[in-house]
């Protein structure tokens, strides 16, 4: 992928215009900027903002994340859960 370096010496891939869908307001991301953050469609992005500038990484799950999962499936099927184990 090629990068331009500007006067900050930042790389950047393309600047991209905010539109609007429904009530939420949606930026396309290029194939280019989803290949070096190693994203795809369904992957969580974390926004850390400092004054004016934004960094932009793939959100990791974590140990709370796998948790969270496994408590919610448990209250939406824990009886089918339960009924297999039983078997």
């Given at each position: 992928m090629k990068y331009e370096a500007n006067h900050d010496n930042?790389?950047?891939?393309?600047?991209?215009?905010?539109?609007?869908?429904?009530?939420?307001?949606?930026v396309t991301i290029p194939k280019e900027m989803m290949d070096a953050l190693n994203v795809s469609v369904g992957d969580v992005l974390k926004f850390d903002i400092l004054e004016?500038?934004?960094?932009?990484?793939?959100?990791?799950?974590?140990?709370?994340?796998?948790?969270?999962?496994v408590d919610r499936t448990l209250d939406r099927h824990g009886k089918i859960i339960e009924g297999l184990i039983e078997r």
């Open positions: 930042h790389s950047i891939i393309k600047e991209q215009k905010l539109w609007k869908t429904g009530n939420s307001t949606v004016e500038e934004v960094s932009v990484t793939k959100k990791s799950i974590d140990d709370l994340d796998i948790l969270k999962l």
